[in-house]
C-alpha cells in the first residue's frame, strides 16, 4: 500500500460534465465510475480525497480569452445555476457533479487558474496530511490536470494519474500529455492497476 497518499479529484463540475454543459467535455461521464472506485479505496485505506473547483468571474481575467464561455455562459461563475439536458433541477453550475459529491471530511480547493496548487491552499492541506503522493483524476487531461501534475513535481510531490480517470476534448491532446507526463513528470496508471498494486 502506497504511503503518505492523497487522491486529488479535478474540476468534475457540473458545468464541465454535464450533458449539454457549456465546457462539457466530450467522454468525461465515463471517467466517473472508475473515479468513484478510486475514491472509494481511498477512504477504505484512509487515504485524504481532495477535490478541486475551477471558478471564474464576475470580472475579466486573462483566462477569459481562452474560454469564451466564461463571459458568454457565466461558466463555473459563483452563485450561477442551470438545469443541463440530463438534470432533472437546477444545479450550481461550479459544483462536483451529484456521482462523486465530497464527503463531510474531504477538501474541497477553490482555483481561479488551471494550476491547482496556485495561490490556493492545497501545499497546506498536502503537507498537513503529510502527504507526498497524489493520485490524480478529473478534467481537463491537458489543461488543469497537466498544469496541477507538474506543479506537482515541482514542489517535489509525485504525481499518479488515473489513465481512465481523466478526459479532454481531444484525444490526441490527452495522449500526449499522458505521455509526456509519463517521460517526465509521474506515473499513469490504469486506476484498477493503482488500487491493486498502491492502494491495498
Do not use: H
Amino acid at each position: 500500500m502506497i504511503g503518505s497518499a492523497a487522491v486529488v479529484v479535478i474540476d468534475m463540475q457540473n458545468d464541465f460534465v454535464r450533458a449539454g454543459a457549456p465546457l462539457e467535455v466530450p467522454g468525461i461521464r465515463k471517467t466517473i465510475p472508475p473515479i468513484q472506485k478510486l475514491i472509494a479505496a481511498a477512504r477504505t485505506s484512509s487515504i485524504p480525497v481532495i477535490y478541486t473547483r475551477f471558478v471564474a468571474g464576475p470580472k475579466r481575467t486573462l483566462i477569459w480569452d481562452y474560454t469564451p464561455q466564461i463571459a458568454a455562459d457565466k461558466a463555473c461563475w459563483r452563485g450561477v445555476y442551470r438545469k443541463y439536458k440530463d438534470s432533472g433541477k437546477e444545479l450550481l453550475c461550479l459544483d462536483v457533479v451529484d456521482e462523486i459529491y465530497p464527503a463531510k471530511d474531504d477538501y474541497v480547493v477553490d482555483k481561479y487558474s488551471y494550476n491547482a496548487f496556485l495561490n490556493t491552499n492545497l501545499i497546506d492541506i498536502l503537507n498537513a496530511e503529510a502527504a507526498r503522493t497524489i493520485i490524480v483524476s478529473g478534467t481537463v487531461t491537458n489543461v488543469c490536470v497537466g498544469n496541477t501534475v507538474y506543479a506537482a513535481f515541482q514542489n517535489n510531490i509525485e504525481p499518479i494519474v488515473g489513465r481512465d480517470a481523466v478526459s479532454s476534448w481531444d484525444e490526441e491532446l490527452n495522449n500526449s500529455t499522458l505521455r509526456n507526463i509519463e517521460g517526465k513528470f509521474g506515473k499513469v496508471l490504469a486506476v484498477e492497476e493503482i488500487i491493486a498494486n498502491l492502494m491495498t
